[in-house]
């Protein structure tokens, strides 16, 4: 059991760190990079899985994971570095929710600049023609051409 909790530390603190980075590329929009971080947690978030059901076949027919730990030789440093593993996965977790609200922002503002410039805009100004009547402005760039 600790080379499998000493395994998902060592993934937790790697998924950690890539999703530290995965920030700062959606800051610097940088979306080749964004495609191999996204690559790289993927496989992280495979292999902490795979730990996850080995660390759940060792303690089954236990009530529970601290009741498997309690039995065994080492429990004192086994509950310690799994109290330290879930708070780091509550940390992947939190930093991973906040790397979503800024993807789906950034991905809000890409569309709503589209929008704005093939004249796709739900608000936008009205104008009027000669005659008076209203009309919805279309492109930002009107009806120029090249």
Request: include cysteine; aromatic fraction near 4%.
């Amino acid at each position: 059991m600790k080379k499998i909790l000493t395994d998902i530390m060592r993934f937790t603190d790697q998924l950690e760190q890539i999703l530290k980075q995965e920030f700062e590329t959606l800051e610097q929009q940088d979306f080749d990079q964004l495609m191999a971080l996204t690559s790289q947690k993927q496989k992280l978030v495979e292999q902490l899985d795979t730990l996850e059901k080995q660390r759940q076949q060792l303690s089954a027919g236990h009530e529970s994971f601290k009741d498997y730990l309690q039995q065994q030789a080492e429990a004192k440093d086994l509950r310690k570095q799994w109290n330290i593993i879930r708070q780091k996965l509550q940390q992947c977790r939190e930093q991973n929710e906040i790397n979503g609200r800024l993807l789906q922002k950034k991905q809000q503002l890409s569309g709503e600049m589209l929008d704005l410039l093939s004249g796709k805009q739900n608000n936008a100004p009205a104008t009027y023609e000669a005659d008076g009547t209203q009309q919805k402005s279309g492109s930002i760039l009107g009806d120029t051409q090249a």
